[in-house]
């Protein structure tokens, strides 16, 4: 019963990792490979799905007094925001028009690998810092209640002195909450300048991991149920696939430290000092993820050895039934067999108990064997 | 009758790791994640259980003359012995009433991000040295005898100029041998400086590790010789639980290493030369804790090994008894099968000794059998 | 169904990796060691197969106004190009004519060191820097779609002021968009100096690479499929094909890493300032690659134990089959047996409605032991 | 034949490593943990079984020209030999008489640390150098002939300008040849100072590991023979047994190499330049301890594989001669069942020959049987 | 057939590994601990075998335009060769007469324990540089074409300003084509100093190397041939012997890479800068060495995991045949035995047809059971 219903749980979670393992699988069709092979460098092609029917565009500056917020459509709308000493955020959700990436590469002198990898949904995490600006590509992987699925995109950022560029395929209301404590003047952030608002940013990204992290805890912990409880056929597959989930997401979370300890140890002018401990407490987080994942990774393969010593033993149960049951039954078959032969002179024929002391004799063996069994203790 | 007494004696124990792997599981319900999702960064919110009714605070101030102990309410009970030459010992058992944290906060100038880290119980172990304050977070892994079970739980230290705060979310009392030797000028501590009293501190929390190991030895010794002696199908769980369990203890370990040995690095104005030998000294044990958690690994993968073996062998003796039996009947079965045909022209029916024959060439098939199966070594 | 399908697709692809196995085995025939053997170090002799029928020497000389191509035939051909201030490019496809390599190392004076690592087509890939030149020899591994099979072949540079030579075995086609490129100026090619169509060159080695590894990727798709849907036998051989394929992988990409990572980090003339961010997007990518191939060979080592699992879950089912069948019919023929025993004062054979007694007897065993089946979860 | 004899020789080693585990099994009942808690740190405690009667204290004194050796029973005896420029070597062998520890403390200026670390038998090695003195603490693994065990102790070593303290539990005729040495002027050692003489010390501490490590060596060939000629269920346990014992030794062996590195590194006064080739052989010697453990246990691992495979054959083999018994008698025990039938009318019964032809196809089929077994390869 | 001849082909190799093994196994019988236990450091004494009947001592002398060979009976012989400016080679063939070693020591100022390292040939691979000389250990592995063996011995190598010695235990023959190259002056060694030998002695004890490797190679590829082709019992043993041998060989391997790069680092005046091309080639060789020993272990590995599977697939297959066999025949037999018991009253027996009716039962079920097996695609 109990079973039962641990099943029906893991079955409406078993499909999340299948999920993503598909859609994170490594080199899938819109790879950089195939579809940019031949190209020059930094040729600006967006290789993702397109995820998002309209991209949207927000712009925000705000500085401890006043905060301003619209929507635009192209550059120049960006251009009176531009060399105000307020921060100034321009988030992008939705990567597949490329002209309006390209008019900020020009703007702002954005060097085109960096435009390119922006575009590139499968650049691997990384952090380009120069003179006038820093980008930082990260992944998100966020929980899709509705669909139980996880899924991975692309977000980057370019910080320059007064203003952060966050680019993102789709899934921009994870960064709802910055915008509410902007408006409504909550937290530090209005104090501070666009480093702070970029470690912001970056600690949403982080955060969302944790919660990613937290329903592959949920369905380790199902599966640990199921397996010591009801173990299964179907659970092998469960289990691989849940390591290759992991496997996936060590590859979007590993880079992560390296980025922020990059950050912390460059000093840039565009980090002020007191955004660093800021910093510093986004780095334990990134440990802290890494770390978690590789304790994952470590009980699943755990899980996947206790399974097998639970099919094993499964398996020397049914062996057990089958050696117990010919072992019994095979001497007693043999015993009544002889006495089906017909040979005219058998001496026990003529005997008129010896049908009830062939029934003894064959009990006897009954109760010999079971004695047997029970010392060997095998039931 | 041995393998009975040792069932027992482990099925006391094995509800110690279930427990605490129960407990320590990363990313359970009141993790940062799913609390603190949306709030700004240094929010101060408590994320554990509340594990003590009240929150007991425990001011000892003391030099080589004079110790006071007094148990106080607020903040503003501090401040007569804030500013003194004597070290000031506050401790807190309690974490649930944040209102006495923020107070700390603001009156001896803690970063928000600390007071963060001090109520968030899923921290990672770590230290942070400022110019005015060194910061410290561990995990204490104490061994409770009554319900005999491993408890968890995070244990945060300040360590200023002249005093010392530590913060726990309750055993307060493995601190008592520490209070008494205060008071009654046992060792150095009263000769010494809030440095050393935050040594002594940390040794303790050091020593409950060294401890929590002895149990788990025990456990591994007692499982050991279950597997040796009797290997049995519940074995699989309760090594899979004892393997998880020392993922979570080396979890917890391992950063405590990085931490003393940053604090003897660091040539902080808080910690006195003098003290520097002693915390070699601890460095040391940390070592050595790190290093027989990873033994205890070792010898639990090796023990999993070792019980599916034994399964495998328990096996290889079932198949044996079912070959044997079956080698030696099937063969027998068919002999007396054929004397059962009904033909009515068989040659051997007018033979007047054709049974005895029989029983002679069963006999003589029963010999070979065994004769071939102890060449074989089967038994 | 299904299955059929996905056999026969694997069945194509099947032969991909056997092939590059056997190609890339180390120490074949004709490696250094049994060839070499005993002629002093500096020997130019050619270690590989003939791979064309005649060697082809591509040479372009391009400024940003003017580009010429020609084929050559002898060094002294060269001579008009050289000191010139336009960027030469010598591509040598087919390396079995020692001559023209000589005639090259003596003009301009490369180590006879390098002439022989060019030669000998077992070179592990490298660097060597020196103030005049700056050696580079990788390998390249191109999908050869007509025989559906990966193959590897050397490729090494010589990176000059104002030269670059590129030799390889075959499949010179790879560099056509690149000719493509500086004919129709495309791209920053023409602008740029020898060391930018450097990157340029060793940008497609690298992406030839990507497409490499999509393949396998493929493969993994098909044979993880193909493990989890119809598990058989054949299957070892392919997941431990694929595993070698991996690490013969491993063995030619590794070492690109440092390559790449030396390029950056040695300030040598001959690379200009503008070209690193370049450099830096290649070290990327050439991590990027370590890390597939790493992801690739866990997936295939979860892959076999998966496998392994699905095998024993088959077996499993097979004795549970057997068990049934026995542990139902043998009592059952035990129980006809008795009925068959002659003795004379059966008080059974007496009674009218023995014979469907029995029958009554073995259909109650029968639906008991299905009973009992049941609550195993057998079937 | 050989078997037997190769059993009977490894049952005799074989108590060897299980009784070394039992002894080094880490905290085990006397450790630090439970002993000495609550203790202040420096206590003066000795934590080990008192393994000698009563405490031998030899002293040693010499340069070029004389020697002078005696037994003394308290520290004011030393006092004499203080302050000369001969090298003085106090050995002691015992430890559980504290007070003559404490006394030294005093006298020449020890750390208390030192001193509490000296008599925690489960200190780990490790190396600590002050200005005035050099303190070292190694394990001993001594070869017991007599009861074939191998033993394990701490052996502490202080050096000083012109003297060497060593302390150890038992076992101090191990630096008798030393002490031969000395009187006879063999060797180097009355030519060279104190640190020269330490160097002789730690020489023969990690000679003795390479006996025990040759015991080991034994072991593992007479296993491997076992294994390898006559695989067994009792075998598990031997190499369960002896992979931690290497995992126990490699815990004594692995921190002497660090110990030994600072000893080159370090440029303390106390060493002198001319033992530094010395140091670096005995380097070179710990490495190849080192090495010669992790090649141990690589060798243990691929047995303890071996042996699972050599058992998994076994079974193999005893399913084969079920399989082959019950595939040939299965089939002739139907037959001969259809002919034991009572049908009135079964023409078979009417022909005079059917006997004989059962008994033909019966013979078929056996013949037949065989042959599909031998094409499997079966026997 | 085909699996016949691999067979037999891997038969005659399969002595190979096992010989080495045996020879390379740690701590044999004369090991430096048991022989030379209790002598002080720096004793001469030869621990190996007597491998050679007499000692060889061959001296080359050279510069650019003369050469002078002659073969020496004692040191007193090289006087007149020491102090000139040409390359002085002398070159040592079998270790056992110590005398000459000792004299050479005194002659040229070598310390003792580099004395004592030539003749304990189980020393670790290791460099000693000191301002006088450079001493070098190596492994030498040969393959023996006669007894189809690889075979290990120790090389030792002294450089000073202008002679280089040689010590080796035996197959001095593979150091003849340096003896014809200096002769004939082919190459460039009569035009480069004695570190320019010293490297050319290197490269052929390097290139042994590759050989031997190439043996190992051949060997893997056969029994993985015969493992995918004709899994049986024996491989176990061999794959085991395999890995082994590898272990021996990174053992002998890896120290060579840590040597030839501290030649190249250490800025000796004995090195020319000239011969840093060279020594950098050698040193890529040794990493060649070390990945392909890698390499050919995790092939090693795999091939044991493919080994395991294709022996459980057998069992499968014997399990199939055995279930397929019973599952058919056991209902049959109980129906034949349903009429063979003699109730007076059985319907059946009154019907004419019955008898054919129960042939048509059996062979209904025959075909349903053969109808299943198919869909389980069990044959």
């Not at 149920?225 to 992991?246: C, F, M, R, T």
């Not at 660093?276 to 994952?296: A, F, K, N, V």
């Not at 470590?298 to 206790?306: A, F, K, P, R, V």
Request: hydrophobic share 40%.
């Amino acid at each position: 019963m109990i079973n039962k219903s641990i099943e029906k749980a893991v079955g409406k979670i078993a499909e999340v990792p299948l999920n993503l393992v598909k859609q994170l699988y490594p080199f899938k069709k819109k790879t950089r490979a195939s579809n940019k092979l031949g190209l020059p460098p930094g040729s600006i092609i967006y290789v993702g799905e397109k995820k998002v029917d309209k991209v949207k565009i927000t712009l925000t500056e705000y500085d401890e007094a006043n905060v301003e917020t619209c929507e635009i459509k192209s550059v120049d709308e960006i251009d009176p925001f531009t060399d105000t000493p307020q921060v100034t955020w321009v988030s992008v959700c939705g990567l597949h028009e490329t002209e309006f990436l390209m008019q900020i590469g020009e703007r702002f002198k954005v060097h085109p690998l960096v435009l390119e990898d922006i575009l590139n949904t499968e650049t691997r995490p990384k952090i380009e810092i120069t003179d006038d600006y820093l980008f930082i590509v990260m992944k998100l992987i966020t929980y899709n209640a509705e669909h139980k699925i996880l899924e991975s995109e692309q977000v980057s950022f370019i910080l320059g002195k007064s203003f952060v560029f966050s680019f993102m395929e789709r899934n921009d209301e994870i960064f709802n909450p910055i915008k509410e404590r902007i408006k409504n003047q909550l937290g530090k952030v209005r104090k501070k300048g666009s480093d702070y608002l970029l470690y912001v940013l970056m600690d949403v990204v982080v955060d969302q991991f944790f919660l990613a992290l937290e329903k592959v805890d949920e369905r380790i912990e199902l599966l640990d149920d199921e397996v010591l409880n009801a173990p299964e056929k179907s659970q092998v597959e469960k289990i691989y696939n849940l390591k290759n989930l992991l496997l996936m997401l060590r590859r979007s979370a590993a880079p992560m430290r390296e980025i922020v300890n990059q950050l912390i140890k460059d000093d840039s002018d565009l980090i002020d000092d007191s955004t660093e401990p800021y910093l510093r407490d986004l780095y334990d987080h990134t440990i802290h993820i890494s770390e978690s994942i590789e304790l994952q990774r470590e009980i699943t393969t755990g899980l996947m050895e206790t399974y097998l010593s639970m099919m094993s033993n499964k398996m020397n149960e049914v062996m057990k039934v089958l050696t117990v049951i010919a072992t019994i039954f095979i001497p007693l078959t043999f015993i009544v067999g002889i006495y089906g032969m017909n040979f005219p002179n058998m001496p026990e024929m003529g005997w008129s108990w010896a049908y009830f002391a062939v029934w003894g004799v064959m009990i006897g063996v009954v109760i010999a064997m079971i004695f047997y069994f029970r010392k060997k203790d095998w039931f």
